[in-house]
Nanobody
Framework: DVQLVESGGGLVQPGESPRLSCAASGFPFTWYDMTWVRQAPGKGLEWVSSITRHGDNVTYADSVKGRFTISRDNTKAVLYLAMTALKPEDSAVYFC????????????RGQGTQVTVSS
């Protein structure tokens, strides 16, 4: 079974730069583009960033471009999201998915990790 386990969230103070992790198992990690999405309270899923199978192409939502960095370690089957210059509106549950920007909604997601940015 596909398993995606996110971690690294929490209450973030101004100036902090957390890095989220997503440990993947149960599928061939290197065969899949990977994506981060988020969901704020009362809102739908918002695509955040995607990375191709070998990490050679990354894309970002305009709302996080220049502040977040997606990466992956295919030897460990782990996806990362480094977050800087966080804003209160970045507060959300962050999920990883084994898909790309166009199909993540139909793919497996983890249970998510909560990021709350202190204002």
């Amino acid at each position: 079974d596909v398993q995606l386990v996110e971690s690294g969230g929490g209450l973030v103070q101004p100036g902090e730069s957390p890095r989220l992790s997503c440990a993947a198992s149960g599928f061939p990690f290197t065969w899949y583009d990977m994506t981060w999405v988020r969901q704020a309270p009362g809102k739908g899923l918002e695509w955040v960033s995607s990375i191709t199978r070998h990490g050679d192409n990354v894309t970002y939502a305009d709302s996080v471009k220049g502040r977040f960095t997606i990466s992956r370690d295919n030897t460990k089957a782990v996806l990362y999201l480094a977050m800087t210059a966080l804003k209160p509106e970045d507060s959300a549950v962050y999920f990883c998915a084994n898909g790309n920007k166009n199909n993540f909604a139909q793919r497996s997601r983890g249970q998510g990790t909560q990021v709350t940015v202190s204002s």
